[in-house]
């Protein structure tokens, strides 16, 4: 499920979504849309979720949430035990969250990203391998159960 992605966003993301689908694509990866599917206002969670579940019970699988603030919906999926999901406005803190983070879900705030922001911060989140050593002694001190 290497080419997999699995994506959700709410209303406030609906519009980014697309472009990341149309980019991830081209890219080579086969995508998942859990919706939403308009800009008709709906709740973040109902979509979070999905796309949590999935890359929860797919180890080597990485997604992506959109919404307004990113805040939500990023709160949305790390819920999850298996998720480490984080919320990225700049390409460095994407590629920091893979290396030291080994984050495995990327939450962007759509009211505060370019179309190319956004797109260069996808790029270098499916980019960056996650460093291990040191860090994953930190990474695995995370979960609480």
């Known amino acids: 499920m290497k080419n997999y992605l699995p994506i959700g966003s709410d209303h406030a993301g609906f519009e980014l979504k697309k ?14 849309d859990f919706g939403c599917y308009s800009e008709e206002s709906i709740d973040y969670p109902d979509f979070g979720h999905p796309v949590a579940e ?3 019970s797919n180890k080597d699988v990485l997604g992506i949430v959109i919404c307004g603030s990113g805040n ?7 819920k999850h035990q298996g998720v480490r999901s984080a919320l990225c406005w700049k390409a460095e803190i994407a590629q920091l969250a893979r ?8 939450a962007l705030p759509a009211r ?12 270098v989140f ?10 994953a002694r930190r990474v695995d001190k995370i979960a609480c159960c």
């Not at 290396?99 to 990327?106: Q, V």
Request: glycine content about 8%; hydrophobic content about 35%.
């Open 19 to 32: 472009a990341i689908i149309e980019f991830m694509t081209k890219k080579g990866y086969e995508l998942e």
């Open 72 to 78: 939500g919906i990023n709160m949305t999926a790390n």
């Open 54 to 56: 999935k890359v929860e």
């Open 112 to 123: 505060y990203l370019t179309t190319e922001e956004a797109l260069t911060i996808v790029d």
């Open 126 to 135: 499916f980019s960056t391998e996650f460093e291990g050593g040191r860090h």
């Open 99 to 106: 290396e030291h983070n080994d984050a495995n879900i990327l």
